[in-house]
């Protein structure tokens, strides 16, 4: 009945769903946001340490949400780590639109390691009204590097 | 698939008259369980639009030429099906809104500012849609010194009529606002008993019949309330018509909540003068070929008569009881004595939005979320949500029946 789901359910998802990697408070955090999906309830609190270099050292969430949203928030964590906050915004914009769209047009470029483990997310495009499950962690992200507090929506 | 519920109730027949139902999605019948946020309409009631439009429209109580009559006689003529349809006393008593909303505002604005004193409360429930809850909150907050209550509600999913007894005590409740039949859990509440309780305390008493007026014959004179709000959308009608039933003694009382055309008696630069009830609180061009839908709807669901629309639903209902409750990992939300077919459930190893997107692909449309009611599913703990199928007059126990192996099969996915 639903095998054809399985490219927007692929396994790495539905992992990461149910085990949310970096699922803590981080209580030193130097940048933290909140992000809302008030239509669905989907809701996390993003924590973000920086090193001296003002690279990102260390990124975790807290909060619940759909399968897609939670997998999404897991995968983003990891994949920032160590990353400028200006890196982390580029993936931020083509992480978007590769969910809007399925393609990433530059994403042949640097970067590509990086683009390849948020891949699993991409059929998402598909169904309109979840991709903003999977953007909401990344509107956080952004959130918080631009300065804490602020609380992000992705609708 | 199924059996006729009663002599002369053919659903079968029914389904054919909407045209929606014919859809195939993805190879598979389409299969709408979201009649409670919006019904689909009938061909019956799709042409009476079409004709309105095609042959006697024109605005309303304006000119005085044959299109301009034919189009006001067909708007009143709308009005006295409506005050029909729920045994109204005079069918002035009945006010065309946009929707149900529009029409809680309007008591929240013309009773709530207009006639209610500092020092009074609104009592509302736990179980109420954000549009009885969010108009008292402004009226709340708007330093008149009015007070909001709410009543609880137990587990089972039933206002707690204790707690109704308790909060009406003191006798300060000016306005207990309730909804007469949940979204989200399917109770229907004791309305005339509500009113009991609040008339003896001396508070007056508006019932949210958004989703009763549907699935329940309502009788304004048998219940006694002083409003009641229900909607044209839901009830197989357009969108964009909704009716306020309101006492005419009360009308008398409330100052208008829209000032315009088609609300006065006489206008001067320096100020104006209110028409007599109910135009006084219809200001501007009102929906005309959406209250000649909402009478073809009312046509259509009268023909085919409440008792058998409710008998129906009663099997539906039994048998959504029987068989969601026999799916493992499902959690059915509200467990009323008095229901109608509205079905909130949540399942272990989904959440609400990934179950909709898997019903979505077997061509079961329900909703996902919080359905306008967040203080009630953070009551059940289920902040994140649950999925609603809700019920209409084409609804077939086949169509339960998928659902419900839908669900399984949806468990077995995320396991």
Redesign the interface.
């Known amino acids: 009945?639903?095998d054809?789901?399985r490219d927007?359910?692929q396994e790495v998802i539905?992992d990461h769903?149910r085990k949310p990697r970096n699922f803590r408070r981080l209580e030193d955090a130097d940048r933290s946001a909140r992000g809302d999906n008030p239509?669905?309830?989907?809701r996390m609190e993003l924590f973000v340490k920086l090193a001296p270099d003002g690279s990102i050292a260390d990124a975790a969430f807290q909060g619940?949400?759909?399968?897609?949203s939670m997998a999404s928030a897991s995968l983003m964590t990891e994949t920032v780590k160590g990353k400028s906050p200006s890196e982390a915004h580029m993936l931020g914009d083509r992480f978007r639109n590769l969910a809007m769209t399925g393609t990433c047009p530059e994403c042949g470029a640097e970067l590509e390691e990086e683009m390849e483990r948020l891949q699993p997310l991409s059929g998402v495009h598909e169904?309109p009204s979840?991709v903003k499950?999977a953007t909401l962690a990344w509107h956080t992200l952004n959130a918080a590097l631009d300065g804490g507090g602020k609380e992000a929506t992705s609708e | 698939m199924n059996a006729p519920v009663q002599p002369g109730f053919d659903v079968e027949r029914i389904r054919a008259d909407f045209p929606v139902l014919a859809q195939q999605h993805r190879g598979r019948p389409l299969v709408f369980l979201d009649s409670g946020a919006s019904a689909q309409k009938p061909r019956q009631v799709i042409q009476a639009m079409v004709r309105s439009m095609e042959e006697r429209y024109a605005n309303v109580h304006r000119g005085a030429y044959r299109l301009s009559e034919a189009a006001t006689a067909d708007y009143e003529a709308a009005r006295a099906a409506v005050a029909r349809f729920i045994n109204a006393a005079d069918p002035r008593e009945v006010i065309f809104t946009t929707n149900s909303t529009a029409a809680i505002n309007l008591v929240a604005h013309s009773w709530g500012r207009g006639v209610m004193q500092p020092g009074q409360a609104v009592l509302v429930s736990e179980m109420e849609h954000h549009a009885n809850l969010v108009p008292w909150h402004m009226l709340r907050d708007d330093n008149r010194g009015i007070e909001l209550r709410i009543c609880r509600v137990t587990d089972a999913g039933e206002l707690d009529l204790e707690d109704l007894e308790a909060k009406l005590a003191d006798g300060k409740v000016g306005l207990v606002a309730v909804t007469h039949m949940s979204n989200v859990l399917g109770t229907v509440t004791p309305a005339a008993r509500i009113v009991a309780m609040a008339h003896a305390k001396g508070a007056k008493v508006l019932l949210d019949g958004s989703q009763a007026a549907v699935h329940r014959r309502v009788d304004m004179q048998a219940l006694g309330a002083d409003f009641y709000a229900f909607t044209g959308h839901k009830l197989y009608g357009p969108t964009g018509i909704g009716v306020l039933w309101a006492r005419l003694e009360h009308q008398e009382r409330m100052p208008p909540f829209l000032g315009g055309g088609d609300m006065i008696a006489s206008v001067t630069l320096e100020g104006s003068t209110w028409a007599e009830p109910p135009a006084k609180f219809e200001a501007g061009t009102p929906p005309i070929v959406e209250a000649v839908g909402l009478h073809a709807a009312i046509d259509y669901v009268s023909a085919i008569g409440m008792p058998a629309l409710e008998a129906h639903e009663h099997t539906l209902v039994d048998h959504a009881m029987r068989r969601l409750s026999d799916i493992e990992g499902l959690t059915l939300l509200g467990r009323a004595q008095d229901r109608g077919g509205v079905f909130s459930f949540a399942l272990d190893n989904a959440h609400p939005h990934d179950l909709a997107t898997l019903l979505d692909r077997a061509g079961i449309a329900v909703r996902a979320g919080r359905h306008c009611a967040e203080p009630l599913h953070a009551r059940f703990g289920l902040e994140g949500g649950t999925c609603r199928a809700s019920f209409g007059l084409y609804t077939t126990e086949g169509e339960i029946d998928y659902l419900a192996e839908a669900l399984t099969k949806a468990r077995e996915f995320f396991a």
Do not use: K, N, Q, T
């Open positions: 009945m639903f054809d789901l927007l359910y539905l769903g239509m669905c309830g989907d619940r949400g759909c399968a897609i169904f979840r499950c």
